[in-house]
């Protein structure tokens, strides 16, 4: 199973950027589909966005054209790279192996007005 360890997160203001990052282990990692999803206090957890192993992308409607997701399969690396942040973005954000229930420990972003 891969592990997964986030980081990035923080307190940010209202337009600002941060770039989340993921660091997973193990041999497979390039042949997993990985997403980002957050989840918000008394919400549901949702996809922010994911990318399959030839890197074809995929983002929720409330982050389309803000936020991008890229990896590095040498690395072992996935990145949320976020831009124009907004109050509604504030959520834990967490590592996923796309389709399996198989989570990091989260990264708080909290988003300022």
């Known amino acids: 199973q891969v592990q997964l360890v986030e980081s990035g997160g923080g307190l940010v203001q209202a337009g600002d950027s941060l770039r989340l990052s993921c660091a997973a282990s193990?041999?497979?990692?390039?042949?997993?589909?990985m997403a980002w999803f957050r989840q918000a206090p008394g919400k549901e957890r949702e996809l922010v966005a994911r990318?399959?192993?030839?890197?074809?992308?995929k983002f929720g409607d409330p982050v389309k054209g803000r936020f991008t997701i890229s990896r590095d399969n040498a690395k072992n690396m996935v990145y949320l790279q976020m831009n124009s942040l907004k109050p509604e973005d504030t959520a834990v954000y967490y590592c996923?192996?796309?389709?399996?229930?198989?989570w990091g420990q989260g990264t708080q972003v909290t988003v300022s007005s």
């Open positions: 996923n192996t796309y389709g399996y229930d198989n």
């Open positions: 193990g041999r497979t990692f390039s042949t997993y589909t």
């Open positions: 990318i399959g192993s030839s890197g074809n992308t």
